[in-house]
Nanobody, 123 residues
Framework: QVQLVESGGGLVQPGGSLSVSCAAS????????MDWYRQAPGKQRELVAT???????NYADSVKGRFTISRDNAKNTVFLQMNSLKPEDTAVYYCHAEIRHLFDTSMTYYAYWGQGTQVTVSS
């Protein structure tokens, strides 16, 4: 059994900073890309940032220069540092990871999602 557990988030004023983290636990052999998505009320879930096992990153245009994704491979954890937050960044933030199970000889990677954490940017 594999779980992604998120922490962080909350309420912050425009221009402020916030960080969220997501730890994967359970029967894990390896993790490929780790991502952060977000979903605002009435909108589709969108990809915010991606990081490869080697640390290469990619960001949505709307967050470039403001958000930083990082990961700790030893702890199976991904982080998202959010600076210069705007009201339009308000959403539920979800982590996502592709995980190969320990002792799974099929070499299949399965997609897992965190439970989501609310980020609200408001004065």
């Amino acid at each position: 059994q594999v779980q992604l557990v998120e922490s962080g988030g909350g309420l912050v004023q425009p221009g402020g900073s916030l960080s969220v983290s997501c730890a994967a636990s359970g029967s894990i052999f390896s993790i490929k890309n780790m991502d952060w998505y977000r979903q605002a009320p009435g909108k589709q879930r969108e990809l915010v940032a991606t990081i490869t096992p080697g640390g290469m990153t990619n960001y949505a245009d709307s967050v470039k220069g403001r958000f930083t994704i990082s990961r700790d491979n030893a702890k199976n954890t991904v982080f998202l540092q959010m600076n210069s937050l705007k009201p339009e960044d308000t959403a539920v933030y979800y982590c996502h990871a592709e995980i190969r199970h320990l002792f799974d000889t099929s070499m299949t990677y399965y997609a897992y999602w965190g439970q989501g954490t609310q980020v609200t940017v408001s004065s």
